[in-house]
């Protein structure tokens, strides 16, 4: 079994930053794609940013300048530094990852996390 463990949510204010951790544990053979998705109330979960195992990042366009993605491959931790925040911002985030497992590493399964909020207000 594989767990995402996420971590740094809490409530700032317009314009200060944030940096949320996600750590991969378990049976894991391999991860590729590790990302962080987000879903507003009353609003489906949406792409934040993602970035796979060779560096690869994309980002959705509204972050894009305000948010980083980097990843620890060797921890299988993934981050995502905020900055700029803006109160559109406020929102569940999820960490997402497809994770090869060693029990069954020709097939890649995806994973999520519990979710941190974020909440971004005056």
């Known amino acids: 079994q594989v767990q995402l463990v996420e971590s740094g949510g809490g409530l700032v204010q317009p314009g200060e930053s944030l940096r949320l951790s996600c750590a991969a544990s378990?049976?894991?053979?391999?991860?590729?794609?590790m990302g962080w998705y987000r879903q507003a109330p009353g609003k489906e979960r949406e792409f934040v940013a993602g970035i796979t195992s060779n560096g690869w990042k994309n980002y959705a366009d509204s972050v894009k300048g305000r948010f980083t993605i980097s990843r620890d491959n060797a921890e299988n931790t993934v981050f995502l530094q905020m900055n700029s925040l803006k109160p559109e911002d406020t929102a569940i985030y999820y960490c997402y990852a497809r994770v090869r497992t060693v029990r069954v590493p020709s097939q890649e399964y995806d994973y999520w996390g519990q979710g941190t909020q974020v909440t971004v207000s005056s």
């Open positions: 378990g049976s894991i053979f391999s991860v590729n794609f």
